[in-house]
């Protein structure tokens, strides 16, 4: 008996050992990027920091201002929000209810697959494909842009916001669409009127995941978006947030204030992370609590 | 109980695996640095390789990331294409040049440019002249490609124009590669890569009538060249090993695979 017990016990130690390596790599990162880019905004300043509009960091006269960056990120996300929402949800309406078991069969692997490719790909392709298709259609001398990097992104963000957008519908129980069928209401506004609605906390944490992940992109965007520092429009080449900080950490020295400065811009993306992940935590919330 | 040797079993082989990395380090030689440097870098090794049964191996980082790694003692031979600031080498680190390197000046194939001169390249790249009339193209835009900043060939190419700070970028891309498949996709674009990677998709000019080529670029009628730079510790020995390929790849036997690589040997 006393052995089981000691048994019981190592393996409930060695569980709680796991969980904790989670949340240690969590503290971790929180307070290294906190030690490591609190030093450059204390030194440029807050304000300079975030509103300054010119990045230019290895000029002889350095300036860090990250706002062409934080507002690439934000139209960038939005864009492919804007592009990829409706398409996805009502790619999930369809599949969820409309589509019968063969064809959505055939789109939910599909949607899989698309899941599955690395965001290497989806930035080589951009590049070969999408930024001369921009270049030639809109008449403007290059393509890697702000439009290029958005569409990249909508694609991307598409296989998550149909996935989970899939499972909040089909958890909609079955008894609110007879009862609204029962009432007369055609099918089309069974699925809208009811459905969707009783499915609305779960859509609106699809939406959230996306706008995560394409926040987060780097490699996809880094490939399309052409990377200079302008403030941000349609056509021009754009750098994100992510970008920012992976084209330039390879060559900065240690130390440096421009070193020192690309793990500010960390700490800010990881900031806006945050924010998404405690709405993700809000609307799942309050999602369990109906 | 079971379980327990299971688990131990588990235990043991983690710990195996990290001891086998960490061990048999002594007949390596870890080089890091310049991305520019991995052909050159990568043909040097493996002929090292196989004279001695020494690996060397070689990590693309950048030329900063592998003065970097010299100073911090992370590897054996640093990798800059560039020269050494003077703060780097007041940190106590050396410099030794293993070859030159061209920078080619690239455009796209259906390009009728041919040639320029360092003064239009700089003012191109500055914003000056922004249609390829203007120097005999065709009637349009000119599409600025280049690195990202830090780069060794950035670097390279801004010092040896004088357009530091100044240049009007449309795109900067984070690699070689990258630079040259946009020139090739791009009718418009003008861009600049390391001359041992540039490929048959882009055109290359010639700058002062000059094109660049190994015989050019060692006589230094074609200007727009750097030097690819060896980083080591001034006052640390280089291990057993270390030594022997630095002295390898620094002698004469070592040019032809130096030339091959499609570098000037500096030696």
């Not at chain 1, 490591?36 to 975030?50: N, Q, R, T, V, Y």
């Not at chain 1, 999930?92 to 064809?103: D, F, H, P, Q, T």
């Not at chain 2, 890091?32 to 043909?43: E, P």
Request: proline fraction near 3%; charged fraction near 20%.
């Amino acid at each position: 008996m006393n052995k089981k017990r000691l048994f019981e016990n190592i393996i409930h130690g060695i569980f709680l050992v796991l969980g904790l390596i989670t949340v240690g790599c969590v503290l971790l990162i929180t307070v290294y990027l906190i030690v490591s880019g609190l030093p450059a905004i204390k030194e440029i300043g807050l304000i300079d920091f975030l509103f300054g509009k010119e990045w230019a960091s290895t000029a002889e006269e350095p300036k860090y201002g990250i706002l062409p960056f934080i507002l690439t990120s934000v139209y960038g996300t939005a864009g492919a929000i804007l592009i990829g929402v409706p398409i996805g949800f009502f790619t999930a309406v369809y599949l969820s209810k409309i589509a019968n078991k063969r064809v959505r069969s055939i789109i939910e692997s599909a949607v899989n697959l698309l899941a599955g490719i690395p965001s290497v790909v989806y930035g080589l392709v951009g590049m070969l494909v999408l930024v001369p298709v921009i270049r030639e259609i809109f008449n403007v001398p290059d393509g890697a842009s702000l439009l290029a990097a958005i569409i990249v992104l909508a694609v991307m963000i598409l296989p998550n916001i149909i996935k989970v957008s899939i499972t909040a519908l089909d958890a909609v129980p079955k008894e609110y669409e007879d009862a609204s069928l029962a009432l007369g209401a055609t099918n089309i506004e069974t699925y809208f009127k009811v459905s969707v609605p009783a499915a609305k906390s779960g859509i609106a944490a699809a939406v959230v995941l996306g706008v995560g992940r394409a926040i987060g992109e780097a490699m996809a965007v880094m490939m399309v978006a052409g990377n200079v520092a302008n403030m941000p429009s349609l056509f021009q080449s754009v750098r994100f947030l992510t970008t920012a900080v992976a084209s330039e950490m390879a060559y900065s020295s240690p130390g440096s204030l421009q070193r020192n400065a690309l793990f500010s811009i960390a700490l800010v993306l990881f900031l806006f992370i945050m924010m998404i992940n405690a709405t993700l935590n809000f609307f799942l919330k309050r999602d369990k609590e109906k | 109980m079971k379980k327990i040797i299971s688990i131990l079993t588990l235990v043991l082989l983690i710990v195996g695996v990290f001891t086998a990395c960490g061990g048999n380090n002594k007949e390596t030689v870890a080089t890091d640095g310049s991305t520019s440097m991995n052909k050159v870098i990568g043909a040097l090794g493996e002929m090292f390789q196989e004279d001695t049964g020494i690996t060397v191996t070689y990590n693309a980082t950048g030329s900063g990331a592998g003065i970097q790694a010299v100073q911090e003692g992370r590897c054996d031979i640093g990798l800059a294409s560039r020269n050494l600031k003077d703060v780097e080498k007041a940190n106590g680190l050396e410099e030794t040049i293993l070859a030159y390197d061209g920078i080619a000046i690239i455009v796209n194939p259906a390009n009728p440019v041919n040639d320029l001169d360092v003064e239009t390249i700089a003012k191109i790249y500055t914003g000056e002249i922004k249609n390829w009339k203007e120097i005999g193209g065709n009637d349009a835009e000119i599409v600025l490609i280049g690195r990202e900043a830090g780069s060794g060939t950035r670097d390279g190419f801004e010092s040896i124009t004088d357009t530091e700070d100044k240049c009007a970028y449309r795109q900067e891309l984070t690699s070689t590669g990258d630079v040259i498949t946009t020139v090739a996709s791009n009718p418009n674009a003008i861009g600049y890569a390391s001359l041992a990677s540039v490929k048959d998709t882009v055109k290359v000019l010639t700058v002062d009538g000059v094109k660049p080529s190994e015989e050019t670029i060692k006589n230094g009628s074609y200007v727009v060249q750097r030097p690819f730079v060896l980083v080591t510790k001034k006052d640390v020995a280089l291990s057993e090993s270390a030594q022997k390929f630095f002295d390898y790849i620094t002698s004469e036997a070592a040019n032809e695979i130096i030339v091959a690589a499609g570098v000037v040997p500096a030696n």
